[in-house]
């Protein structure tokens, strides 16, 4: 493969010494450009766009094409694993991901399969390697999987949810079954995310963004517990070069010391946290990325221009610093405003 | 107004000396309880049983027939301000609230008026003055408002809001605007609480549902900053009793220390926290109410009762603790786990 032109990105993720900030945006590729959604007409539905290797790897190029980014990611879903899993993903308007077969019984979770990823899940891999080869070496490729807490969320609430008393409810009356799930999930994610490895990806990111619909303890037990089984069971370097490792639980900033004693190389901030306080928090053991409010994006370039510049002084001198957004962009932001965006953290920097 | 039996509620908010841990529920008089749901189909809409003061009265009473709790809280709205302010406010099946005006311009903000509690919130009051008449000082009555940033939210976005888009949107770009619609929430909230507590309302909470939505700073300049404001106005005594305020800003456990010191009595808890390090943190400052998580009633009785008892132990030994749910109670309980919750937490404690 093509040496790496740009490799800030990896740097910061390992403390390493950078000239700029790197910076990427979650859901980079996605809904607010125009080119995205000219792209998912010709696809037809979400899931076609996913499944679809050239049309994922020409959503996942276009925001570079576009913006000074310094990382690419993966366009795919989170819930890739519980549909090879067999539980029937679909996307209903207005009401996002669904799926046909919830899992709400001890029978249910015990006859879950463990997916392979170069069979049931190798349209993602097929688009990690084109996404690699049409890369060619500009920007490192970022993979990523959700983390086994979110997917199980998804899978025995049946879709979305706003109180997650079904998932919950398991797992204060049945706890027995959900470690069960949540063990099977830790399994399939980190062959998934190996598999994104071996067939490209450069970093890896587990998104946990129902983490912090936790009580502390039991996200400990069944949201951070099996993140750190997928952290030690990953392969860290891939063509002599190490990949690094970021996790993001959303609403987790509390827990940042417990994150960050899992072994992996980063976290992932939301905005609900000073990021030179997190630094303070978590010292030398890992690097930040984040973390702007994405709504700051509804304003003007001058106030995007203030809000970077002063993400970028509270996280303080020294490299460890991934720019991002605190969570995915809104599908109404004016892509203008997140070119203002990238190219003041390359200034400001 | 007769001698008020039970004041364990309101001697643990100021940290006084108390035989048991007092107990209520958020959203105790609600839809998990069969005799809500008659009362409500009798009463029309949701807003015709708010503004009814017997039915109101009526409801309000419910939940302490059944179990051992040690205060009352008013059966109201948190957005009866912005409907007193001319937003109307109306509820669409599955869609929660929403305003047929909502506030989007500065112009708009500039001739919002103050409402007259005794005025257009007159239903509130002699809903209140009705409860007093019929608790006939059997617990407390507790009086509650929304904060000004969360009743923004609503009024900004129309209704609901998953990102807070439009509002935030305001934020970061119309700071003067939101700053002046704020101001005049902060007002009217000031007044509304103190004819609650003039009507007989024994203790007064403020829920900011939404604050957990703000970056740090934010939280301080656009919600916090307000409820400060909104306590400093408070008459704090009443029929020669203190009359304590509680703060809830859901999301907001990392913010406890710049909560505790806006003059308020008690801290409201979600429950991503260990009440045990919030009492660490906040010190003697102030007491905690909370803080189980919502979910453990999903469950059986054995468990209701572990987790209770680990947050009493939690809490640890002296007054200052209240319990209750880190969240209004869900519509699919079963009442029959919240009688063993109550009664749990008068047995540990």
New interface residues.
């Given amino acids: 493969m093509s040496e790496l032109k740009n490799d800030r990105f990896l740097r910061a993720l390992l403390k390493e010494p950078v000239d700029k900030t790197p910076v990427w945006i979650m859901r980079q590729a996605g809904r607010y450009l125009p080119e995205y959604r000219a792209t998912r007409a010709r696809a037809g539905s979400f899931m076609d766009l996913c499944e679809n290797p050239e049309l994922a790897c020409e959503v996942t190029l276009q925001p570079l094409q576009r913006f000074d980014l310094d990382a690419a990611i993966l366009f795919s879903d989170i819930l890739t694993i519980p549909d090879a899993m067999g539980l029937g993903l679909y996307f209903s308007e207005g009401e996002g991901p669904r799926f046909k077969h919830p899992v709400t019984s001890a029978a249910q979770v015990a006859a879950l399969g463990v997916p392979d990823p170069e069979e049931s899940l190798r349209y993602v891999m097929d688009a990690v390697r084109t996404i690699r080869r049409e890369l060619d070496g500009r920007v490192p490729l970022i993979g990523f999987s959700g983390s086994p807490w979110t997917l199980a969320t998804y899978m025995v609430e049946g879709g979305s949810s706003k109180?997650?008393?079904k998932v919950?409810?398991m797992?204060?009356?049945d706890p027995t079954t959900l470690h069960l799930l949540l063990a099977k999930l830790a399994e399939s994610v980190t062959h998934y995310l190996n598999a994104q490895i071996r067939a490209g990806a450069q970093a890896v990111m587990i998104f946990d963004t129902w983490g912090?619909s936790?009580?502390?303890?039991?996200?400990r037990d069944y949201s951070l517990n099996y993140m750190s089984q997928i952290i030690e069971g990953l392969q860290r370097e891939a063509q002599g070069r190490k990949v690094p490792v970021v996790l993001f639980t959303k609403?987790g900033?509390?827990w940042l010391e417990n994150m960050a004693e899992t072994g992996c190389d980063a976290l992932g901030l939301d905005?609900?946290?000073?990021i030179g306080?997190a630094r303070q928090r978590v010292g030398d053991k890992v690097a930040l990325q984040g973390n702007m409010?994405?709504?700051?994006l509804?304003?003007?370039p001058e106030?995007i221009r203030t809000?970077v510049q002063q993400i970028i002084r509270d996280f303080g001198e020294g490299s460890g610093h991934v720019f991002n957004l605190?969570h995915g962009i809104?599908q109404?932001i004016d892509p203008e405003n997140v070119k203002v965006l990238v190219d003041a953290v390359h200034e400001f920097s």
Same sequence: chains 1, 2.
């Fill in positions: 109180d997650f008393g919950k409810g797992l204060y009356s912090g936790l009580a502390p303890q039991a996200y609403g900033a509390q905005w609900t946290i000073n306080e409010d994405p709504c700051v509804y304003s003007d106030t809000q605190g809104h109404h």
